[in-house]
Structure formats: structure tokens, C-alpha cells
């Protein structure tokens, strides 16, 4: 078996997460980091792994299997995902819900000119947590779905925190609510506000002189980030939340409850947890990676998303392997 | 849009459930039930549903574009899916895990031969809970993945506790261990016995006369089926048995637990709660029947499995309003 060739563009937490999680598929190697940064400057997780500057892939098409893009939606993908997919096979986690049908056609458009094959929106929400939505719907008609999130760290929301006068440091947890959950599972298909699906949880370290109780009212009453929600706020010292608060955990749960016949429940219910969310989105997209890998190979070409790939081309394993052993 | 016809082979508990699961999506029609039996002793759940000799099904190539195979595994569905998929696009439910292969591979032969696509072993175990083993394995590709069935109505133990002399009427439930369930949760990664995994309860209807304590000795000493496990025996009457035990409830859990880095666990957990067990099991073969039809239709012949199928083909949605609604 030859090896899946992989390289990865951009290198934060997500990069990082996808050259750990390659060396742990046997049937992968990385190529290299390919940074906008001078390589000199990227410290990798392993020493062996080659960095370089992203115009280095201009003459590396012969060199790279698949292309894992690790920057971010807001900017980093609109961009790269299309022009990239001019000349490689690629995998993204463009995780702007709103803008995906947008993203989906301009890549699309790239990629069937230049006959690559281009895997966005991979990674758990998007990605995993849409696949369990569609199963969900699609066998049970009649039902409602829901996402529930966390417990996890939003980084808007802690960045929404850091931005304030008198915050010095901040991180928020977004909590599911376990009375909504129960509620769920229960089969009663409740109508949930938001206020009653999540809670959220700041932990905030104060500047020198800040005034407390005017910190947590401007919290609370934040519009959107904070003000639909029952939001407590913990104030803590530096040394606390570097000690407590260095984790990205995160996770949440599908869940679709429905009737298979009046009075008949059912619940299908998905759930993520995840001590590192960066690391688990990075060990989604490098399963990805080799279905991407397996569509370019059968020459299907064009913007794909998890809903177009078949659970079985994500396994290193054969399709007679896995009816032997996993069906 | 029209409707994907679909034809029930076989008419029990599971072919009850799909004339009920089909006429909860909107994009199908009930062509009819086929049975073996005379099709004027069949009493359908809705007055309208057409009952026919299953021989009918010989000239009506062109009334037909998906049959449901709702028999048995261990020799009805042997013999129908490779002898059906022979003229008709064919769905089964084969569940005998051990046999999937050679069953696969003569549902293979002859839909490759007649042109046809042949979905086999959908439902939930194998079906759903297979994909979540697929899907945990890829991501998370150090790790331990656990299969916990429960708490559910087990056939084939109730079948073992009514054989025996003494016994007028029984059912047997399995249940999961929640004290098993929460160390994997927990990222232990243990080593589970076949006893810490599951306990059984049997529900005990007695033949006058008969003695009690000899019953239960037999019924925890039987090998395989009880004697590995802890077996719980309650003996009622007869109407207590028909009240508190009519239903078939199932259910289970399909539990990936993982490393993505020494330390940082990652789980991923699927959960199914059903109050009906061959009314799922009948939705899921009917969400498989849309899909069973469009790789029909795209040219997509011989046998197929669940791991061969991308989620989007379930959804009667387009792929566009999926990405808008969904991802």
C-alpha cells in the first residue's frame, strides 16, 4: 500500500492537531507544514516534520495526495479553499454555517475546471453533527432535532470577554442544560428557548482598580453574546486560570426525537466529548483526508461535503474487512 | 417529484412496521404486501394497503421500484434477497453478523448478473450502530470501541426460556451495565468481561404445577445464554405478562473512546432508544429504500452495505437544501 501523501496549510491549534493525528493513521505521511509565516519561525509538535512557505506548493502538485487546510473561515478558507483547489485534492473545516452554500459553489466552480475533488465543512459542527442530523430526519420523518453544545470553550465568546475595559484575562464555557436533555430524551419533543438550552460559565480575571460588579453587568447584559442566557461570572486570578483554564474542551449532543407511530418513541442521540477540540476537528479532517483521497483516485471531481461520502471510505480498512468485522 | 414505489416482502412485526414507516415519507407510495400466505388471512395495519400472493410479484417488474425484504435472517432472507435481486432493486435486514459475507456475496453475484442494487443488512445492529463503528475507528484511530445493547426485549432469550419444560410464557430483557457504560465514558478504556458488559431479567410465566426453584436453576446454569451472565428470574402470572410486557422495546449504545495525544481523551458516543424495536429497525429500512433507488437509478449495481452508502442519499432533501439546512 502507498502511502497517503498529506500537507498541511496553516499551522494553529487545528494544524498542529492534524500533524499529530497523521502520524497516528498507518497508511498516511506527512509531506510537510506550509506556513504564510517564515518557516524558521514554526516550532512543530515533531521535529522531523518539514516546514515551508506556502509558495513552496506551487511546485509540489507531483509531491501532495491531499491538501488539509487548518486556517480559519472567517478569512484564511474563502480564499485559499478555492485557489488551492485549482491545482490540489482538499480538505477544509469551513465551519461558517450561513456561508456555506456560497463557499460550496466557488469551490466547486474551481474545482471541476482544474478536475480536483475538494472536501469542505469537515471537522464535528459542521461535519459529524450534520451527518447525525440527516440520519436523523431521514429516518424518522416525524420528529424534532436537536444540537445541544459543550460543555466546551466558545472562543467568541471569551474573545467577546477579553474585549471589555477592566477584563486583563477571560475564557467562557458554553453548558448544555441537563433538565433540557432529559427532557429530550424523554421523547416529549419540548419547544426549547434559548435560555433554557445552554447556561454559560466566565471566568474572568480582573485588571488592577476594575470594578467588579460593573464587569459582571456589563457581562450579563450583553446583547446576543450573553444577555438571552443565564450567565454566571467567576472572577479569578491569572494564576488560577492558567493553572485550570488552559484546556479547549468541547463536545455537545444530537439528539432526534421522534414517533414511529403515534405514542411510539424513538431517540437517536450522538454525542462528543472532547478533552481538545482542536485536536478532535483535526482527527475528523485527516479521516476525511483519505475518502478525499479515494474520490480524486475515482476521478469524482467537484466540491463534496460529509453528506456525499460514504461512511467506509473514512476506514483504512477494505470494504471486505469491514463487512467482516464491523457490520 | 415522483413517488419511489415500494413493495413489503413478508409480513410480521418488521413488514407491519415498514407499511407504517412508508406512509410517514412524503416522496413514497405503498405498492403492496407480498406474502407467502394467503394473502386473504393478512390483516394490514391501514384498510387500503393491497395484500398479494408473493407470486404476483412475477410480472409486476414494472410496478415496483424498491422491495423491502421484512423475513427472518436465518432462511427466509438466505434465499430471497439473492432470488429477488435477480428482477427487483432489493433492501434486506440480514443480521446474522457471522454470515454477512457469504451473504453478501451471492446478493452480489446475481444483482451484478440481473443489473439490479441490492442494500443488504440495514437496520440498527448491523445498520446504524456498524457506521458508528466505522465512523469512531477512522477518527479516533487509537482507542477502544464498546457496543452495548439494552435495555431490550431479547428474541432469541426469550425463545431459550419458553423451550424449557415448565415454563407456559417468558420474556427476557438484556441490560447494559451503567456502571460499565460510565467507565468508558470516562476514558478508562477498560477490558469489560462478557459479565460486567450486560445482566439479563427474565420474566417467568409457569405451567401449573411447576417447580419454581428447578426452573430458575436451569434458567441461570444454561450456557451461553444465561449461565455467563447475571441473571435475574421473576416469576409472574399470566395476565401480569400480557400488561407490564407487550412491548418490544431496544436499544443500545456504540461507544468510541480514544486518545488523540497521551492524555487528551476524545469520545464518541451513539445512543438509540426504542420503544419499538421492528418499528425502528422498519424506519431505518425505509430511509435505506431512498437510497437503495437512487443508486439504482445512477447505475450503481450489485450489493451494497450501509458503509457503501453517503448519509445525503437517505434524505428525501436536495443535496443544496441539505447543505443549506443541515451542515
Known amino acids: 500500500m502507498t502511502a497517503l501523501r498529506i500537507g498541511i496549510v496553516g499551522y494553529g491549534n487545528l494544524g498542529r492537531g492534524v500533524e499529530i493525528a497523521v502520524s497516528l493513521q498507518e497508511d498516511m505521511e506527512l509531506v510537510g507544514v506550509f506556513t504564510r509565516r517564515d518557516p524558521a519561525t514554526v516550532s512543530t509538535v515533531h521535529e522531523q516534520t518539514p516546514v515551508r512557505s506556502i509558495d513552496a506548493l506551487e511546485s509540489m502538485q507531483d509531491e501532495v495526495d491531499v491538501l488539509l487546510l487548518c486556517g480559519g ?9 478555492p485557489l488551492l483547489a485549482e491545482r490540489f485534492t482538499v480538505v477544509d473545516s469551513f465551519d461558517t454555517h450561513a456561508r456555506i452554500p456560497e463557499h460550496f459553489a466557488r469551490v466547486d466552480a474551481a474545482a471541476r475546471v482544474a478536475g480536483t475533488t475538494a472536501l469542505i465543512s469537515t471537522g464535528w459542527d459542521p461535519g459529524l453533527f450534520s451527518i447525525n442530523r440527516v440520519y436523523g430526519e431521514a429516518i424518522l420523518a416525524t420528529g ?37 436533555i432529559a427532557r429530550v430524551r424523554a421523547g416529549e419533543q419540548p419547544a426549547l428557548s434559548t435560555r433554557e438550552k445552554h447556561t454559560r460559565e466566565c471566568f474572568v480575571v480582573l485588571e488592577d482598580g476594575a470594578d467588579a460588579d460593573a ?113
Open 73 to 81: 473561515s472567517k478569512t484564511d478558507l474563502p480564499e485559499q479553499t
Open 144 to 180: 424534532c432535532t436537536y444540537t445541544f453544545w459543550g460543555r466546551g470553550l466558545s472562543q467568541g465568546h471569551s474573545d467577546a470577554l477579553r474585549r471589555l475595559d477592566g477584563v486583563a484575562a477571560a475564557v467562557q464555557y458554553t453548558i448544555p442544560s441537563q433538565d433540557a
Open 215 to 327: 464587569v459582571r453587568e456589563e457581562i450579563v447584559t450583553m446583547p446576543h453574546y450573553f444577555e438571552p442566557y443565564d450567565t454566571t461570572v467567576t472572577f479569578l486570578s491569572a494564576e488560577e486560570l492558567a493553572r485550570d483554564h488552559q484546556g479547549m474542551p468541547h463536545g455537545g449532543f444530537v439528539i432526534r426525537a421522534g414517533e414511529s407511530s403515534p405514542g411510539t418513541n424513538q431517540t437517536i442521540e450522538y454525542r462528543l466529548q472532547e478533552d481538545s477540540n482542536p485536536e478532535f476537528t483535526a482527527s475528523v479532517l485527516v479521516a476525511y483526508a483519505r475518502a478525499a483521497g479515494r474520490l480524486a483516485a475515482a476521478g469524482e471531481h467537484g466540491a463534496r461535503t460529509p453528506f456525499d461520502v460514504a461512511p467506509g471510505l473514512l476506514s483504512p480498512k477494505s470494504p471486505e474487512q469491514l463487512r467482516a468485522e464491523l457490520l
